[in-house]
């Protein structure tokens, strides 16, 4: 179910996918995660340990439980984050942790023995008859253990490392992000705006406040378009400002293609030039029943509500 009217999609691209073997569609700017939601697939991993049912909870890269696996041919990408991952046509992704299936899984037995599975209990149990624990209890421990599982074909897939120059590096292209950018190319410094999201903007995206007398996001698509007209702005969306080293020297990692493919970058800023937006993240829980795939912190539902919303994710 979808808010009529709202969330930047376009609703004449129809795009198919499938999540565990079941065929799904979205629109053309929806994520993984909310294209799953407009189609009230509230399930979508289990926990680590005692294998509980666990759905989206966030909508950025600090999503703990929508971990899935991207399949195309014989390249597989495991633990991928279905709120960071954009929806294209004939995706397929499958759901980790789970067996047979995600709805009935096996080992969610644990759930119901967790009383007897406490910290550690596996090096006191497992300790006699000797043998059984190379030759039965540690390979039954290492199928169980783990999330995701890596293609052990051969990975057809190109991966890059580049090197870039710059005065000023942006991290982050929400509302402060952007006007840093703006600020610094219009002064005809040499700027790097790196984002982990798609698109551009920030919490401005989802934002019903008016800037300049724009709505938020007719202010951000100007500031982007401005900002793609100086010669001297690089904007690198996808990108993922991985740490900070002596030198003024970062790591990024940019996600290019349909999200598949890897660069390494090593991105060189002047002393001082780095600037770091940090949005303010609200841990409010909106609680609607019992059931804890209904449960989703305040900034995700702003956020995933515009494209796919549900009287009960969203109380």
Not at 133 to 151: D, F, H, M, T
Not at 219 to 230: K, N, T
């Amino acid at each position: 179910m979808r808010v009529a009217g709202k969330g930047l999609i376009d609703r004449n691209r129809v795009l198919r996918f499938t999540f565990g073997g079941q065929s799904f569609e979205g629109f053309a700017g929806d994520s993984l995660a909310s294209a799953l939601l407009a189609n009230d697939q509230r399930l979508i991993g289990r926990s680590f340990k005692y294998h509980r049912p666990r759905g989206i909870v966030t909508a950025g890269s600090e999503e703990p439980n929508a971990l899935v696996t991207l399949e195309r041919g014989f390249a597989r990408e495991p633990n991928s984050r279905a709120t960071m991952q954009p929806l294209y046509d004939g995706l397929v992704a499958r759901p980790q942790n789970a067996w047979p299936s995600l709805k009935f899984d096996v080992l969610a037995v644990n759930d119901v023995l967790a009383p007897f599975l406490s910290a550690g209990f596996y090096y006191k149990t497992f300790m006699w008859p000797r043998k059984f624990w190379e030759w039965v209890y540690e390979p039954a421990i290492r199928q169980a253990a783990g999330l995701g599982a890596l293609s052990k074909r051969y990975d057809h897939e190109l991966y890059e490392k580049a090197y870039a120059h710059c005065d000023v590096l942006i991290i982050g292209a929400g509302p402060a992000g952007l006007m840093a950018a703006l600020t610094a190319g219009r002064a005809g410094l040499d700027v790097i705006l790196a984002d982990e999201h798609d698109q551009l903007g920030g919490r401005l995206l989802s934002e019903m406040e008016h800037i300049d007398g724009m709505p938020a996001a007719a202010w951000v698509q100007a500031a982007v378009a401005e900002l793609a007209g100086f010669a001297n702005v690089r904007i690198m969306a996808n990108t993922t400002v991985t740490g900070a080293y002596d030198q003024g020297v970062f790591g990024a990692l940019e996600r290019v293609g349909l999200g598949w493919r890897r660069c390494r970058r090593d991105c060189r800023a002047k002393p001082f030039g780095a600037f770091t937006q940090r949005e303010r993240s609200y841990a409010r829980a909106l609680w609607s029943g019992k059931s804890p795939l209904q449960i989703m912190i305040a900034p995700a539902s702003w956020q995933q509500a515009p494209c796919a919303a549900t009287s009960t994710a969203l109380g």
